[in-house]
């Protein structure tokens, strides 16, 4: 599997995490002119590129349709270029190219297209999730001032900012001829602004900065051999501190190195089974090269059960519930190898968790695990056992934001609510896209009546922001010595009860936090010396489970915060939050220049947003500053 490393893809990433901090991205475009009616109008072609590889780059190609009026009508776009050298495209993501080419140089690992001046194709819709990244997939269509986007991977290339040699001669058939493109130009680093527009970063954010190692890491341990190949229990740990896999779960897949089949499995299950028509009598459970496996619902019978299983994928996090951050599974492998020097382990691993966002690295053989006695007296070992890890980011699954943050004080009436449209806008013309909880014919028939909907896309409450999450930060209190705070997460989605949800919220007063009334607590500290970030979850049995929208949709609790004279005050906006997640996604906050303000202080109102934002763009400084 050595040989396996510059091809696959999710390695990248974990070197990534490595270089990333040098910020070592950069775009260029090329653009080409076209005269009409709208005299600016072009098509820009825009290559970032996210992650340096052992041997080339990881690049997100984006094209951008900015013409006034024309379309990019089926069937699509096709563009093509030449490398500069010996490049070749190890893969793609999102699109393919149209040609594979002489890849005789390649054995082993056979890149995607090794062709001089490749030809590159949008995937169609219906391509499956994990082979898709935003604003792919739609057939080369592209409408006026839309975008269509695919990841590409990059070989035999230079992997510095001073190595890599653009590609020259782009075409573009758009369908068919009439561009023409200019010369590609390297371009200041693109700025990926945040869903909250109040943060930028210059490359792929292959990690969070509140959560640096956090990982999901899936563990095989082969326990035995069988005569034609193994048994190994499967188990896949959630490492991070507050990202949790809420229904509907998990779904891994891997493809198999050579020719395995899963004869059975115990506490999961494949989704297909795929073409066994070679076996007869003894039928396997799955035959696919690239197996797709789920977790078993609750209540499947004992006998096909084993430790940890069967909670239809859902996965706790680390610190909220570390007894519920792990789920296994045992598979029986067929045609495969027999001993430890013969088993191929798997490759191309993906994990949705649900949907995408975590990228998994290679499949690396480790010190077999030991395993203790019930008694703790005994210890049994592994035949063998390999580690594949997993992270996620935010930037690659690109969800919309779920989440906004509104702010009040007893010091001013003002409530700044969510920002309007934070998560959608009410579409009037079409009175179904939200629930108006008056009209209650309407909700009940809308609404699941027991709950059991495949359909997970958010029903929401009608409201300026149409979020399915809102956290309200009300400033309560003051006293000589404490200042408290009363916090209240109310669900809008009709569609949706979190169990066990999280909340992270980053303010510098959390060095000080002196009582939280009917939350957990724990304080995150991702960089040693400051301690700013708090993760708060629901109390077991009595307000962990955030029911769905309505009377009862909603938990909240308070704060007591101990005064430091030097740095506490209430004026331009130091009371409120910095930054708040909810299990996991980013809720976005008001624009700092809404927040409430002490009274008679009018002329403050601009210092406060300056300041304001200058204290993020300090933490900002640090997190890149200090990693
Ligand atoms: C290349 O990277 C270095 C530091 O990593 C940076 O200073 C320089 O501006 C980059 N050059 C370009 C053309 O982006
Ligand atoms: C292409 O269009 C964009 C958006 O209108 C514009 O900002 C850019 O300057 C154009 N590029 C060229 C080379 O005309
Ligand atoms: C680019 O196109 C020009 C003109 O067609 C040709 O002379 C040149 O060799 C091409 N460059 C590459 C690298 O293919
Ligand atoms: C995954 O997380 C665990 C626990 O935090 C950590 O020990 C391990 O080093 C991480 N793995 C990677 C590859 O970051
Ligand atoms: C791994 O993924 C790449 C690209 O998606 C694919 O071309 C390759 O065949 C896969 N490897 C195996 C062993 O299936
Ligand atoms: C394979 O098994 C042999 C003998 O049991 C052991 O010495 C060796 O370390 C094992 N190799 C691996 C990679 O586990
Ligand atoms: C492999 O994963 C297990 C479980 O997550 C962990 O305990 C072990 O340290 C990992 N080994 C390596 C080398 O990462
Ligand atoms: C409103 O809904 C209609 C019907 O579904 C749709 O055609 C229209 O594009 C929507 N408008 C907006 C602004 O989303
Ligand atoms: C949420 O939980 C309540 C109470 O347990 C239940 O009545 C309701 O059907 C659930 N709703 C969903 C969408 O699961
Ligand atoms: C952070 O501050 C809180 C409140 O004073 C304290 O309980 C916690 O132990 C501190 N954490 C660290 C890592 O210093
Ligand atoms: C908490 O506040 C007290 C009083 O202001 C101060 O002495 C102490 O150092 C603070 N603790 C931390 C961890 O900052
Ligand atoms: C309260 O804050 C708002 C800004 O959010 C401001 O417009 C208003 O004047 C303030 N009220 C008082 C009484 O100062």
């Known amino acids: 599997m050595g040989s396996s490393s510059t091809r696959s893809l999710p390695k990248v990433t974990i070197c990534c995490i490595a270089v ?60 093509g270029w030449s490398w500069a050298r010996k490049e070749v495209i190890w893969s793609m993501v999102g699109a393919q190219t149209t040609e594979q080419g002489d890849c005789s140089r390649y054995k082993g690992n056979i890149p995607h297209s090794c062709k001089k001046t490749p030809t590159v194709v949008d995937r169609l819709p219906g391509t499956p999730y994990n082979q ?3 604003n792919c997939c739609k057939g080369g269509v592209v409408a006026p001032n839309d975008v269509s986007s695919f990841q590409i991977s990059v070989g035999a290339a230079g992997n510095t900012n001073r190595t890599v040699k653009l590609p020259v001669n782009f075409t573009l058939l758009a369908p068919g001829p009439g561009y023409t493109c200019g010369f590609a130009k390297l371009v200041k680093p693109t700025l990926f602004i945040t869903p909250d527009g109040r943060r930028t970063t210059r490359a792929l954010k292959a990690y969070d900065p509140l959560d640096p190692n956090g990982n999901i890491t899936i563990k095989w341990d082969v326990i035995s051999w069988t005569p034609d190949g193994y048994v190994a229990v499967v188990t896949l740990f959630n490492f991070q501190q507050y990202r949790h896999i809420q229904a509907p779960g998990w779904t891994l897949g891997w493809s198999w190195a050579k020719k395995e089949v899963i004869w059975s499995m115990v506490g999961a299950q494949t989704t297909e089974q795929g073409d066994c028509s070679r076996y007869k009598g003894n039928v396997p459970h799955c035959c696919k090269k690239t197996p797709t496996v789920v977790d078993l619902l609750p209540g499947t019978p004992y006998n096909q059960q084993i430790a940890n299983c069967c909670k239809g994928g859902v996965i706790n996090s680390f610190v909220q519930d570390p007894s519920n951050a792990a789920s296994s599974f045992q598979v029986s492998v067929g045609a495969a190898g027999t001993t430890n020097k013969t088993v191929r382990v798997p490759r191309n691993f993906t994990l949705l968790a649900p949907g995408p966002g975590y990228t998994c690295g290679p499949a690396k053989i480790v010190k077999a695990t030991k395993f203790f006695t019930q008694d703790g007296r005994r210890t049994t070992q592994a035949m063998m056992t390999w580690n594949v890890t997993c992270t996620y980011s935010q930037f690659l699954a690109q969800k919309t934001p779920s989440c906004c943050v509104s702010l009040s004080s007893f010091y001013n009436d003002t409530i700044v609510p969510c920002p309007t449209c934070t998560c959608g806008c009410q579409n009037t013309s079409h009175p179904g896209s939200c ?25 929401v409450q009608c409201t300026s922001h149409m979020c399915p999450i809102r956290v309200h930060w009300h400033v309560k209190l003051n006293y000589k ?11 809008f989605n009709y569609r949706m009860n979190y169990s066990q949800w ?28 400051i301690n700013d970030t708090a993760m708060l979850w629901g109390v077991k049995f009595y307000n962990d489970f955030l029911e769905q929208a309505g009377q009862y949709g909603n938990v909240q609790s308070e704060l007591l915060f101990r005064k430091d004279k030097n740095t506490f005050t209430f004026d331009k906006g130091w009371a409120f939050p910095r930054r708040i997640y909810f299990n996991g996604d980013n809720c976005v906050m008001p624009p700092p220049d809404s927040y409430p303000y002490l009274p008679n202080a009018s002329s403050r109102h601009g210092i406060s947003a300056a300041i304001l934002v200058g204290t993020l763009l300090s933490t900002i400084a640090f997190f890149f500053g200090c990693l």
């Open 20 to 79: 990333l901090l040098f910020l070592s991205c950069f775009s260029f475009t090329t653009t080409e002119a076209y005269d009409a009616v709208d005299p600016n109008g072009n098509i820009t072609i825009k290559w970032d590129v996210i992650s340096w590889t052992p041997d080339g780059y990881v690049a997100v190609v984006t094209l951008y349709n900015f013409q006034k009026h024309r379309p990019i009508r089926a069937p699509g776009w096709t563009l």
């Open 132 to 134: 898709q990244i935003a």
């Open 435 to 459: 629930v108006d909880p008056n009209n209650a014919p309407h909700l009940a028939s809308v609404v699941p009546a027991n709950g059991k909907t495949t359909n997970l896309a958010p029903l």
């Open 481 to 491: 010595e404490y200042w408290r705070v009363k916090v209240t997460i109310t669900n």
């Open 502 to 529: 999280n909340l992270v919220v980053q303010h510098p007063n959390f060095d000080n936090l002196t009582q939280i009334f009917s939350f957990n607590y724990k304080s995150l500290t991702p960089y040693e010396a």
